[in-house]
């Protein structure tokens, strides 16, 4: 390992310091600034999860927690740079999906090519569900869904029934 890459979000974050005698690479992206406060939800850091959402926005389909978004289309290369996300990041911060964000960022023994954060995997993650009726062949569906479209919860059975049943009768419920 020669790359630390850090990600903070929590009250009054710290710039981390290696040990220069390991000639360690340092990339840190905090949600906020070394004197101001952090903001988070009962369910944990806004921040991080568009983090992870941009990590997995095309093996997603590109889509977005927020209706309407277009962020996925911010991430169309075969890398996701530090440009990248902070792109995505801001383009959260401006359509005000999330708040009390100021990105600060520490690079350090960082070069152009070491500002890849990591492969933009393009091939879908989805999970395939057929609904077979006994003694019929003929009357099987099959649907996909996404992770993402489990909402925030992946444990949540009830969430991914809904979203099936939706797709198999073809209406919202
Ligand atoms: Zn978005």
Wanted: charged share 20%.
């Amino acid at each position: 390992m020669n790359k630390v890459i850090v990600f903070l979000d929590c009250c009054y974050p710290e710039y981390v310091h290696l040990d220069p005698t390991l000639s360690l690479k340092l990339m840190q992206l905090n949600a906020t600034g070394q004197s101001e406060e952090a903001h988070a939800s009962i369910s944990g850091s806004q921040f991080l999860k568009y983090v992870m959402q941009a990590f997995t926005s095309r093996a997603n389909g590109g889509t977005c927690k927020d209706l309407d978004c277009k962020c996925g289309e911010l991430l169309n290369g075969d890398f996701i740079t530090l440009d990248d996300l902070r792109s995505y990041i801001n383009t959260h911060i401006k359509s005000k999906s999330l708040t009390g964000i100021l990105l600060h960022q520490q690079l350090h023994n960082i070069n152009e090519k070491d500002i890849i954060l990591c492969f933009n995997y393009k091939h879908p993650v989805k999970f395939e569900f057929t609904l077979a009726w006994l003694g019929s062949l003929e009357l099987t569906v099959t649907a996909c869904v996404f992770p993402e479209e489990f909402k925030d919860d992946f444990t949540q059975l009830k969430q991914l029934k809904h979203v099936l049943t939706s797709k198999f009768m073809g209406e919202t419920i």
